[in-house]
């Protein structure tokens, strides 16, 4: 078994010695050869995750060829903004049979495609999969306990990505629920924007609370507007990341929020992060697409009026406050209503 992490940012770097360390041979690629230089001196990836030193068994690269022509099992988490073009030069070199996991939380805009979507329609001979849940990266890497999903139609890779995966304080859960698992990774990233808003703004733990579980409304609203399963989002992939980066400041999104909070225009906080928060392009997308479906998303649509036309936070606050109040929980396992019937 071979495998090897295309992309090396935080989370890269992390999967990567998480799979070098269960004694797997990874090839760690970046396209960036000063970054390779840097990691080669100094065992480490100081750029993104420093700290923490690779494991032996990896081997970093920028030779696309090298890193997936033999590797079994191949995890790409490079920014959404790339993925497609990355997953385009795979196609060339990528062996027949292989394992291709999606760990990039995004959607891109031209079609409303998730990335397990565009690796379907660019590797049809690969065996696709997704991971998502509460899995931020410093943690990960200092062995504190965590837990992923791994999702795919293909038995056979569920249970290989669980195999390579698996540590003393990584567990991995499995899903067949593809796009749910992987709308819930994407989505949640609006909202962690809005939460590092909120804390910094010193709200409140019940108002925390309040945005946190209407956020989890509105992601089952849309989920089921695009034909999704809104139960996923009760486990790891939904709810698990979504207080995660709601409420770390380890989370890009949350940063950003926070930055914002502290006045900061948006070309600012984006700049000082140093670091894609890939919430501002998944705001864009979302809203656009939920004014298609007419689906009720104030939050997001708060957030997308504050970022990109100049709404005044305040104002969005109260109408957020003063807007029609809904029903609590809006879907119901039918066995449990019948039950309450």
Same mark, same amino acid.
């Given at each position: 078994m071979q495998a090897a992490i295309v992309g090396a940012g935080n989370f890269g770097t992390a999967v990567a010695n998480i799979v070098a360390g269960n004694g797997v041979p990874t090839q760690l690629w970046m396209r960036d050869s000063e970054q390779l230089a840097e990691i080669r001196a100094h065992g480490e990836n100081r750029r993104y995750l420093p *700290?923490?030193?690779?494991?032996?068994?990896?081997?970093?690269?920028?030779?696309?060829?090298?890193?997936?022509?033999?590797?079994?099992?191949?995890?790409?988490?490079?920014?959404?903004?790339? $993925?497609?073009?990355?997953?385009?030069?795979?196609?060339?070199?990528?062996?027949?049979?292989?394992?291709?996991?999606?760990?990039?939380?995004?959607?891109?805009?031209?079609? $409303?495609?998730?990335? +397990?979507?565009?690796?379907?329609?660019?590797?049809?001979?690969?065996?696709?999969?997704? /991971?998502?849940?509460?899995?931020?990266?410093?943690?990960?890497?200092?062995?504190?306990?965590?837990?992923?999903?791994?999702? +795919?139609?293909?038995?056979?890779?569920? +249970?290989?990505?669980?195999? /390579?995966?698996?540590?003393?304080?990584?567990?991995?859960?499995?899903?067949t629920d593809v796009y *749910?698992?992987?709308?819930? *990774?994407?989505?949640?990233?609006?909202?962690? /924007?809005?939460?590092?808003?909120?804390?910094?703004?010193?709200?409140?733990?019940?108002?925390?609370?309040m945005l946190i579980t209407r956020s989890l409304a509105e992601m089952g609203r849309f989920a089921v507007a695009l034909g999704a399963n809104p139960f996923t989002f009760l486990g790891l992939a939904g709810v698990g990341d979504l207080f995660a980066t709601c409420t770390s400041p380890l989370s890009r999104n949350f940063q950003l929020g926070a930055r914002l909070a502290r006045g900061a225009t948006l070309a600012e906080a984006m700049e000082s992060l140093g670091k894609l928060a890939e919430g501002v392009n998944t705001v864009r997308v979302v809203h656009a697409k939920s004014s298609e479906l007419g689906v009720y998303m104030p939050l997001a649509d708060g957030l997308y009026r504050m970022l990109f036309e100049g709404a005044d936070l305040a104002t969005i606050v109260h109408q957020l406050m003063t807007s029609t109040q809904r029903m609590d929980v809006e879907f119901a396992a039918p066995t449990a209503w019948s039950y309450q019937q």
């Open positions: *700290g923490h030193r690779l494991e032996r068994l990896i081997a970093p690269t920028s030779d696309l060829v090298r890193a997936v022509c033999s590797s079994d099992v191949v995890f790409v988490t490079v920014p959404s903004a790339s $993925f497609r073009d990355v997953a385009g030069e795979l196609r060339a070199v990528l062996p027949a049979g292989a394992c291709v996991i999606s760990a990039t939380k995004g959607i891109e805009a031209d079609g $409303f495609k998730l990335m +397990s979507q565009i690796l379907e329609e660019l590797l049809p001979e690969a065996r696709i999969g997704v /991971i998502s849940g509460p899995n931020l990266a410093e943690e990960m890497a200092d062995g504190r306990f965590s837990g992923t999903v791994v999702a +795919s139609r293909d038995d056979g890779l569920r +249970s290989t990505v669980q195999e /390579i995966l698996k540590s003393p304080t990584f567990r991995v859960y499995s899903s *749910g698992v992987e709308l819930g *990774g994407a989505l949640k990233n609006i909202y962690a /924007i809005v939460a590092g808003l909120a804390t910094t703004l010193d709200i409140g733990q019940n108002a925390l609370a």
